[in-house]
């Protein structure tokens, strides 16, 4: 991902998720040096991931595929892509957070062999007003 693929990019950010990343933190993220990666196809960009890597530990901080080409093996090839990444960096560990309402990236993650290990308590926005917890899920690489 670079800074040119950011229209793209927060085009399916905005279409797939309630609460979408602002431009301003998808720029944080390259600025920093995270690892942040496009998928593409003939038509363009159709899903990213951001990685981040330290201390042997990664953080899967964003993985999505374009609402019309979910379900179609995508977000697993590049959840594979992601786990190829952090062990290259050579991280041990990978987390993430994630709704507990996220029904197909919880399917894909315990798919995957993550386990829960912990919850954080009212972590995102919530259509109520209120907040919604966060699972937090690891995988040992
Ligand atoms: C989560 C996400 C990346 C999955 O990508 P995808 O390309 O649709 O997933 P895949 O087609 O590779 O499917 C992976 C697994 O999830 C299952 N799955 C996908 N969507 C599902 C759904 N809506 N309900 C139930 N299971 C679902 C698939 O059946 C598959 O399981 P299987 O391999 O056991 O058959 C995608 O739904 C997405 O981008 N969502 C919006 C962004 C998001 O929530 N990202 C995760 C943040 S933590």
Redesign the pocket.
Known sequence: MGSGDLPAVLA?ERA??PYPWTGAIFQDCLRVGYCCWVAEDASGVI?YFVLSVAAQEAH?L??????Q???????????RQVLRLAREHDARSLF????PS????????R?TGFTEIGVRRAYYPADDGGRENAVVLSLSL
Request: hydrophobic share 45%; net charge positive; with cysteine.
């Open positions: 399916i797939a998720y899903g899967l964003n993985l999505c595929i374009t609402p080409l979910q379900r179609q093996g995508l977000g697993r090839r590049l959840l993430l957070e994630v709704r996220n029904t197909a990236a919880l399917v894909l993650y798919g």
